[in-house]
Nanobody, 124 residues
């Protein structure tokens, strides 16, 4: 049973920074891509960042240069460092991972397991 537990969300002012974390369990963490998705009210869920098993990364255009995804295989944890936050970054952020090891880390449709989400609110 794959479990993903996010932490670290909260309220931050525009221009500020926040780091969210996701602890994974239930299978060999290092063998699967990991990603962060977000969903704002009234909007579709989008892939914000993904990281492959080899450490290759993907970022949505809207967060390039501001967000950094990283993983610590020894701790079974993936992180999303968010800098220069904007009000439009306000959303529920979900940690996610594909069901199969060969699924592409940079495609939203690859992600079949989700955490419960953590709220990130950026005030103007």
């Amino acid at each position: 049973q794959v479990q993903l537990v996010e932490s670290g969300g909260g309220l931050v002012q525009a221009g500020g920074s926040l780091r969210i974390s996701c602890a994974a369990s239930g299978r060999t963490f290092s063998s699967y891509a990991m990603g962060w998705l977000r969903q704002a009210p009234g909007k579709e869920r989008e892939l914000v960042a993904g990281i492959s098993i080899s450490g290759s990364t993907y970022y949505a255009d809207s967060v390039k240069g501001r967000f950094t995804i990283s993983r610590d295989n020894a701790k079974n944890t993936v992180y999303l460092q968010m800098n220069s936050l904007k009000p439009e970054d306000t959303a529920v952020y979900y940690c996610a991972t594909p069901k199969y090891t060969y699924y592409y880390y940079a495609a939203l449709c690859s992600y079949g397991y989700w955490g419960q989400g953590t709220q990130v609110t950026v005030s103007s």
